[in-house]
């Protein structure tokens, strides 16, 4: 068939100048007017978007998508052999300034500041693609002074206002960055993680579009830590009913977006969403989270992303995201199969040692440094407890989703290595401040009572 001048691209990866080799044999049957066989994997070529008015600028853009794609193969693993460093060094450190006697006040701080920003490179590893380091010289380098400067300017924004001074004033700047970000990614065509550090490779060729399972991890932990920050300031000023709302408007949404067919086409993602929402729904209402209430929960969130996959298989083959194709491998009864595969694979993910000793140290930080009664008494966990009572559902949420998602995916550990990432420095800042506020500052301190002088000793 003739194609207009432009790039080409196809549906099964959404991406302008990007198609596949399995592609092909879909594209001359079609060009020949031959049916294509039911089951044959690969979708038609399309016209894609316009290509530069001259030649030479075409292929230098070509050029430098490629590019990309072969620098990350170079930088993908020792980038995450110094990140799973650099997090386990901090954990140690902070655990240090954290359980030393309150009073020392420039060391917390430091150590919220270092926090926050740690909880923004997550995110910051896609907003990083706006910036082409995989161009200059020594990418690796570039890669992480990028993400280091996108995080910083999150952090900025951060402590930028009067939320600073609020327990949750920074995590919830941060998270719902994280949220925005990334819904707004797959609402325009998943630009930011094609080629990104911890998202796409297309010469790999394994995802092109939608939510990867790292960028799910990241997304869902920043939406659930975000909301747990919008209700904490609306509960606190009275204003319960208005913050049920947002809440379940926002995370129906942000749902919604993550399984949608156009958008994030996640299939694993949502039942794992689904539940780990309604967990934080249920305990920032104050509602009981019960073994029936969990099993009906489970039931809902498996419903939805099965009237998703079908809405999707009533669509024309050609225009099927994997999710239609699951519900035509489980009318072939090839279903089991595919299933047993991603067992396998999420099975496998445990012999990632940097990531497993990732997820190991952050849990081990959560609940053996923060959650546990330092020399001075209450612990700084339960301290940000009592001043904002919305995190510890929008912890909990967070974890369940990333402990669900990790089950049901064949990313494995990589879920909650990446959603740890998240929510303990952010749940760290905000435990640090909470420990700020309980420790008096020396205008505060009682002063001690006047020695005895001279004229009236007796």
Same mark, same amino acid.
């Given at each position: 068939?003739?194609?207009?001048?432009?790039?080409?691209?196809?549906?099964?990866?959404?991406?302008?100048?990007?198609v596949?080799?399995?592609?092909?044999?879909?594209? !001359?049957?079609?060009?020949?007017?031959?049916?294509?066989?039911?089951?044959?994997?690969?979708?038609a070529?399309?016209?894609?978007?316009?290509?530069?008015?001259?030649?030479?600028?075409?292929?230098?853009?070509?050029?430098?998508?490629?590019?990309?794609?072969q620098?990350l193969?170079?930088?993908?693993?020792?980038?995450?052999?110094?990140?799973?460093?650099?997090?386990?060094?901090?954990?140690?450190?902070?655990?240090?300034?954290?359980?030393?006697?309150?009073?020392?006040?420039?060391?917390?701080?430091?150590?919220?500041?270092?926090?926050?920003?740690?909880?923004?490179?997550?995110?910051?590893?896609?907003?990083?693609?706006?910036?082409?380091?995989?161009?200059?010289?020594?990418?690796?380098?570039?890669?992480?002074?990028t993400? /280091?400067?996108?995080?910083?300017?999150?952090?900025?924004?951060?402590?930028?206002?009067?939320?600073?001074?609020?327990?949750?004033?920074?995590?919830?700047?941060?998270?719902?960055?994280?949220?925005?970000?990334?819904?707004?990614?797959?609402?325009?065509?998943?630009?930011?993680?094609?080629?990104?550090?911890?998202?796409?490779?297309?010469?790999?060729?394994?995802?092109?579009?939608?939510?990867?399972?790292?960028?799910?991890?990241?997304?869902?932990?920043?939406?659930?830590?975000?909301? *747990?920050g919008?209700?904490?300031?609306?509960?606190?000023?009275?204003?319960?009913?208005? !913050?049920a709302?947002?809440?379940?408007?926002?995370?129906?949404?942000?749902?919604?977006?993550?399984?949608?067919?156009?958008?994030?086409?996640?299939?694993?993602?949502?039942?794992?969403?689904?539940?780990?929402?309604?967990?934080?729904?249920?305990?920032?209402?104050?509602?009981?989270?019960?073994?029936?209430?969990?099993?009906?929960?489970?039931?809902a969130?498996?419903t939805l992303?099965?009237?998703?996959?079908? *809405?999707?298989?009533?669509?024309?083959?050609?225009?099927?995201?994997? /999710?239609?194709?699951?519900?035509?491998?489980?009318?072939d009864g090839?279903?089991?199969a595919?299933?047993?595969?991603?067992?396998?694979?999420?099975?496998?993910?445990?012999?990632?040692?940097p990531?497993?000793?990732?997820?190991? *140290?952050?849990?081990?930080?959560?609940? /053996?440094?923060?959650?546990r009664?330092?020399?001075?008494?209450a612990?700084?966990?339960?301290?940000?407890?009592?001043?904002?009572?919305?995190?510890? %559902?929008g912890?909990?949420?967070?974890?369940?989703?990333?402990?669900?998602?990790?089950?049901?995916?064949?990313?494995?550990?990589?879920? %909650?290595?990446?959603?740890?990432t998240?929510?303990?420095p952010?749940?760290?800042?905000?435990s640090?401040?909470?420990?700020?506020?309980?420790?008096?500052? %020396?205008a505060?301190?009682?002063?001690?009572?006047?020695? %005895?002088?001279?004229?009236?000793?007796?």
């Amino acid at each position: 068939m003739p194609y207009p001048r432009g790039y080409l691209t196809a549906a099964s990866t959404r991406q302008n100048a990007l198609v596949t080799i399995t592609d092909l044999t879909v594209t !001359a049957l079609g060009t020949l007017g031959v049916p294509t066989p039911a089951g044959m994997v690969g979708r038609a070529w399309t016209p894609g978007g316009d290509a530069p008015a001259s030649t030479a600028a075409t292929v230098a853009e070509l050029a430098d998508a490629d590019l990309a794609s072969q620098v990350l193969r170079e930088v993908r693993a020792p980038f995450f052999g110094v990140f799973v460093a650099v997090q386990l060094v901090f954990y140690g450190i902070a655990a240090i300034a954290v359980r030393r006697r309150p009073g020392r006040g420039r060391a917390l701080t430091a150590t919220q500041l270092v926090a926050v920003v740690s909880g923004g490179v997550a995110v910051s590893t896609f907003l990083a693609q706006l910036v082409p380091w995989w161009s200059l010289p020594n990418p690796m380098l570039w890669l992480i002074v990028t993400i /280091l400067g996108f995080a910083g300017v999150i952090a900025a924004v951060a402590f930028a206002g009067p939320w600073r001074r609020h327990v949750l004033g920074p995590l919830t700047v941060v998270a719902g960055v994280t949220s925005v970000a990334l819904l707004a990614d797959v609402m325009t065509g998943s630009r930011l993680q094609v080629n990104a550090v911890t998202g796409y490779e297309p010469v790999t060729g394994g995802r092109f579009y939608g939510f990867s399972n790292i960028a799910f991890a990241v997304y869902s932990t920043g939406t659930i830590l975000a909301l *747990a920050g919008v209700a904490c300031f609306l509960v606190e000023r009275g204003r319960r009913v208005l !913050a049920a709302v947002v809440c379940l408007a926002y995370g129906a949404f942000a749902i919604g977006a993550d399984g949608w067919p156009g958008w994030g086409a996640d299939f694993g993602g949502v039942p794992a969403f689904v539940l780990g929402f309604a967990i934080f729904m249920l305990l920032v209402t104050g509602r009981r989270v019960s073994p029936v209430r969990l099993a009906l929960i489970a039931a809902a969130g498996g419903t939805l992303i099965a009237a998703i996959a079908v *809405a999707d298989w009533l669509r024309p083959a050609d225009r099927r995201t994997h /999710l239609g194709a699951f519900v035509q491998q489980v009318i072939d009864g090839e279903a089991f199969a595919v299933i047993g595969r991603k067992l396998g694979a999420m099975i496998g993910t445990l012999g990632n040692l940097p990531l497993t000793a990732l997820s190991l *140290a952050a849990l081990a930080f959560l609940y /053996l440094v923060l959650a546990r009664p330092s020399e001075w008494g209450a612990s700084a966990l339960s301290r940000a407890y009592e001043r904002a009572p919305a995190l510890r %559902p929008g912890l909990f949420g967070a974890l369940t989703c990333a402990l669900v998602g990790f089950l049901i995916n064949d990313s494995g550990v990589a879920i %909650p290595a990446m959603a740890l990432t998240v929510a303990v420095p952010l749940t760290l800042a905000a435990s640090v401040r909470a420990l700020q506020l309980a420790t008096p500052t %020396p205008a505060e301190r009682p002063s001690a009572p006047a020695e %005895p002088t001279a004229q009236n000793s007796p």
